[in-house]
Nanobody, 123 residues
Framework: VQLQASGGGLVQAGGSLRLSCVASGRTFSRYAMAWFRQAPGKEREFVATIIWSGGSTYYADSVKGRFTISRDKAKSTVYLQMNSLKPEDTAVYYC?????????????????WGQGTQVTVSS
């Protein structure tokens, strides 16, 4: 499984960004796809996950109502639409994949990771 994340950048507080993660290497019909983030000096934390087949989603409380995770099966791509960004959202964002049929929020359960994309939100 290969995951290629992109879409990060520098944005002012209140702005928006959309991250993309292109997945390849196998059929993802029984996979959960997720976004995690890691800020400097902090542990990696769960952001959002989506079940590839059914589309069920689950979010961290810190991003609920502001971020939306989605997937395009035809493009094998997972997106993270981030609105109303805050300086505390600044981090390296990683996409991840795991064989699962339900939401998984522990990063240790994800064996496949993309390379990360930097998101910086200025105040």
């Amino acid at each position: 499984v290969q995951l290629q994340a992109s879409g990060g950048g520098l944005v002012q507080a209140g702005g928006s960004l959309r991250l993309s993660c292109v997945a390849s290497g196998r059929t993802f019909s029984r996979y959960a796809m997720a976004w995690f983030r890691q800020a400097p000096g902090k542990e990696r934390e769960f952001v959002a996950t989506i079940i590839w087949s059914g589309g069920s989603t689950y979010y961290a409380d810190s991003v609920k109502g502001r971020f939306t995770i989605s997937r395009d099966k035809a493009k094998s791509t997972v997106y993270l639409q981030m609105n109303s960004l805050k300086p505390e959202d600044t981090a390296v964002y990683y996409c991840a994949a795991a064989s699962a049929a339900v939401a998984v929020i522990r990063d240790a359960r994800y064996p496949y990771w993309g390379q990360g994309t930097q998101v910086t939100v200025s105040s």
